[in-house]
């Protein structure tokens, strides 16, 4: 005999097991495509690999620029193997040194992260993308799951070399800014040590005094003066005084060190100079002619 009551017990117990089995298949499903549109959302270039170098998976941010960048679909395809790519980079003979070193870098890297002897890898190289450089930071992580594999993202770091370039560039503007402002404003103090003490030509020699009437003598001229004498006798000191006595004395004295300069040069330094314009990035290449500007010599 069949208890009524027992039957009804165990139907009901039935359909809240099969209730429950759906329910979190359900869940599993609604998981699976909340972790699945969170990772084909991200804008890094993501993989997922075995503990054999396979790919498990690529979010769509990657395949894209795979296809944009023309090319072939397997290589970032699940079951291709990564470490193949990064070995028949390093074999191949059209690889640049640069390649070779960074494919053998990325390589190494990975490897080091499965075996434990990194917890992590990140290495800066850059990539040909449609005939324009681009940079990229890749990023590799150990896989936090049952199954041993690594999680490799790389991510589009081209607009921070830009700006670090700039900045390098800036920088070095400034550095030239400041060596010119420095000779500059040392240039000023000798000229105002010059103004304020003009009288520092001391002695009571015939041949001094000699030196000094010819200097007052040229100073209302304006005749070219030459003044011969050795090292250490005071020329820039006649010099000064020729200039503090004559019609100029009101501006700037511009002091040359010809001795510093070369045969090739010391003529345009004196009377013309040209120089050559560079173009944005401060380089001259060589498909592009030079602009060339003229610039007043010192004796102009």
């Known amino acids: ?7 009804a017990t165990d139907i009901v117990g039935l359909d809240l097991n099969k209730q429950k089995e759906e329910s979190e298949q359900l869940e599993d499903n609604s998981g699976y495509e909340f972790c699945s ?22 979010n769509d941010t990657w395949k894209k620029f795979a296809e944009n960048a023309n090319a072939k ?24 040194d640069k390649e070779v070193n960074d494919a053998q870098k990325a ?38 799951s049952k199954q041993k594999g690594l999680v490799v993202i790389h991510r589009d770091i081209s607009k921070r070399i830009e700006l670090e370039r700039q900045l390098i560039k800036k920088t070095q503007q400034l550095r030239r800014f400041k060596k010119q402002l420095e000779a500059e404003n040392s240039y000023l103090i000798r000229d105002r040590e010059r103004r304020k003490d003009p009288d520092k030509i001391i002695g009571e020699s015939d041949a001094l005094k000699y030196v000094l009437f010819r200097v007052a003598d040229v100073a209302s001229t304006d005749a070219n003066v030459l003044i011969m004498g050795e090292t250490g006798t005071g020329k820039e000191l006649i010099a000064s005084a020729v200039h503090q006595a004559s019609k100029r004395s009101g501006r700037p004295m511009v002091v040359l060190n010809c001795a510093a300069l070369s045969e090739n040069i010391i003529e345009s330094e004196l009377f013309q100079k040209t120089l050559l314009k560079v173009n944005s990035s401060g380089m001259l290449k060589g498909h592009i002619p030079a602009q060339r500007k003229p610039m007043m010599g010192a004796l102009r």
């Open 1 to 7: 005999m069949f208890d009524k009551n027992s039957i």
């Open 107 to 144: 390589l190494e890297g990975m490897q080091k992260v499965l075996t434990g002897g990194l917890e992590s890898f990140s290495c800066i190289y850059p990539c040909d993308f449609n005939g324009r450089q681009r940079w990229f930071e890749m990023h590799v992580v150990l896989l936090q």
């Open 37 to 58: 549109a969170v990772f084909n959302s991200v804008k890094d270039h993501i993989s997922i690999l075995d503990e054999s170098g396979n790919i498990l998976e690529t």
């Open 73 to 96: 679909p397997e290589a970032v395809n699940a079951g291709t193997n990564y470490f193949t790519i990064c070995h028949n980079a390093i074999s191949n003979p059209r690889s640049t």
